[in-house]
């Protein structure tokens, strides 16, 4: 800022009279203090609004400048960063002072340039603090708060690019010694040396009635405090913005009602359909059919035949004095894929074909377990006879 002094930590020190103008308040500010000052009704802050501040983007910008030429007679850099105010608008959020508030920035219009390039838009703020000397007060600037995407505009079209940046100003107070307000402005940082720049040269550089935009070369670190700018006088930073204040806060969404309960699955066994009669063999080495079993609801069996240890024995010449288990007869597995019926198949093992052998009659325990596709098990259990047919 150039009114008033600058202290010894480069920060201006601002007479109080002039605050509105030197953190960019638009001229609507002070119709809203004059409203409050006489006592008139003053429309509800929680309504939602939507109002534009910043500059004119339906003119023409200036040709000559670009981040590497600098704005004369300033030398440039690789990226540059700009924002504005001027005696017809400002780049500050338009917040009454005396209220303060908080809202989002949801768009910003560009004007049309020859030679575009990546650009963001960044939410700066700057404080004023108040000093121990009446009417003085010192300007902070600034800190980079929050950046949007990186965007490219078309190249000769004027064209609104969509922000969602939250902006927020703190109401002014008397600003007695070491008090404090914060408010936000927009700029608009452009990335490549030589792309155009969204900036007119009004000639006004009149000192004390100019249009002075903030410029830094190279762009400053971002989320970071920084030192003051150059502030070329005579141009206008033509980038509109577009503010929506005092959002309604959406209803709840409904709770959506819980979803039945699925249906439990078939059992596993529901598609089994087993033999009622003997197994008959005459091919000792062959497989058995015990029956079949259709998917759905059953997937996946597996099939064991087994005979008490007794029976066993009795067909050994060994004798023990423990107690026999079981043996294994016979043993199978089945897939059974969707939508099919297959047969159910075992194969006798080498005792099951020892005692089948000798005794040509077994009784034996059939024991099936079905598996559906939901990895469900189910066991079923039955007695049945294998005969091998005599030649």
């Given at each position: 800022m150039r009114a008033g002094s600058m202290n010894q930590g480069g920060e201006a020190a601002v007479p109080q009279g002039s605050i509105g103008r030197e953190i960019w308040?638009?001229?609507?500010?002070?119709?809203?203090?004059?409203l409050l000052a006489m006592g008139m009704a003053v429309t509800n802050a929680a309504a939602a609004e939507t109002k534009t501040f910043g500059g004119n983007p339906a003119g023409e910008v200036d040709t000559q400048i670009n981040c590497e030429d600098g704005a004369p007679p300033f030398h440039g850099a690789a990226t540059c960063q700009w924002a504005w105010r001027g005696p017809s608008g400002s780049d500050g959020v338009p917040f009454p002072e005396v209220t303060g508030g908080s809202g989002t920035v949801t768009a910003v219009t560009l004007p049309a340039m020859a030679n575009p390039g990546p650009m963001e838009a960044v939410v700066e703020t700057g404080t004023i603090i108040g000093s121990s000397e009446p009417g003085i007060t010192s300007y902070d600037c600034c800190q980079i708060d929050e950046i949007s995407p990186q965007f490219t505009v078309p190249a000769n079209q004027e064209t609104t690019i969509p922000l969602d940046l939250a902006v927020s100003n703190t109401p002014t107070g008397s600003f007695a010694d070491g008090e404090a307000a914060s408010y936000d402005g927009?700029?608009?940082v452009v990335l490549s040396p030589t792309a155009s720049l969204p900036l007119r040269h009004t000639g006004n550089e009149t000192i004390g009635d100019e249009d002075a935009d903030k410029a830094y070369f190279p762009a400053p670190p971002l989320t970071k405090e920084y030192d003051p700018p150059t502030d070329p006088a005579g141009y206008e930073l033509m980038a509109k913005f577009t503010l929506e204040t005092g959002i309604a806060t959406p209803a709840p969404a409904p709770m959506p009602a819980p979803a039945p309960a699925p249906a439990p699955p078939?059992?596993?066994n529901g598609g089994l359909k087993l033999g009622t009669g003997a197994l008959t063999t005459a091919n000792l080495a062959g497989p058995l059919t015990i029956g079949q079993a259709q998917n759905p609801p059953t997937a996946a069996t597996t099939q064991t035949l087994t005979v008490p240890g007794a029976a066993a024995a009795t067909a050994s010449r060994k004798k023990s004095k423990s107690k026999p288990k079981p043996i294994v007869v016979g043993k199978g597995s089945t897939t059974v894929p969707a939508g099919q019926t297959?047969?159910?198949?075992?194969?006798?093992?080498s005792a099951g074909r020892k005692l089948l052998g000798k005794k040509h009659s077994l009784k034996v325990t059939e024991t099936i377990v079905a598996k559906n596709s939901a990895g469900q098990t189910q066991t079923t259990t039955r007695t049945v006879?294998?005969?091998?047919?005599?030649?």
């Open positions: 308040l638009l001229a609507a500010a002070g119709a809203a203090v004059l927009l700029a608009i078939p059992p596993p297959v047969a159910l198949k075992l194969t006798l093992t006879t294998i005969r091998l047919k005599r030649k």
